[in-house]
């Protein structure tokens, strides 16, 4: 089930590309949105939790996703706030809903990530909340930066994140060896391969898992994200170097 945000149908081809947008203060922000336009990727993800100027405050981060919009046109946003346990910043549970649903309500972005283990049954409400009053996607996502699960638990937590109404699935971890990589791989492709599957997102973070950022087209993850500058994710690579070997890759799988 392809999900399509503005012009850009995501599961459908070969990877999209994703180029992070960060920054401590508004200036900060819009600048890099400026050169994500430049990069020409598919899409942007604004990594909210790296402001340091109105940090947790819903109207400032309205304001900024406004001026943003002015900039990057039709060029689709995904907003994210990463919390602490999953590699971000420390909020509490019901301020970060607060400001989850009043983006989302806002009508400016495209898609939202929600973690879904970090409050494990009540994501579930936020994004069934999140499609009760706005057409934003969801990105149920689970980021582990200490390891990687077994291929079972890998493909059980894809399931769980499914089973919240995501939209599009994301699983990240650390992988520590490169039987690791192989297990986040292949959680992919079982669950990538059954029956009217949601798109799928997975990384195995830092250099040993660079490989899963740029096999999406043959494992079934439909989006790699890309760096622009400042990289969110150990591993993380420069959009341009993506889109080379992404062009290479396309011409044999």
Known sequence: MDVTVRNLTIGEGKPKICVIVMGRSKAEVLEAAKKAVESKADLIEWRADSLTEGEFDEDFHNDILTEMREIIGEMPIIY??????EGGKEI???KYKDLILSVANAGIIDLIDVEVFSFKLKARDIIDEIHS????KVIGSYHDYEGTPDTAE???RLSVIDNCNADILKIATMPHKKKDVMRIMTATILTYTRPNPKPIIS???GNMGRVTRLLGGFTGSSITFASIGRSSAPGQMDIEEVREIL????EVL
């Open 203 to 205: 990384i195995a973070m």
């Open 80 to 85: 994210t706030f990463r919390t602490l346990l």
């Open 92 to 94: 509490e549970n019901e």
């Open 133 to 136: 009053f706005t057409n934003v």
């Open 247 to 250: 062009t290479k890759l396309d």
């Open 154 to 156: 890998l493909v059980y």
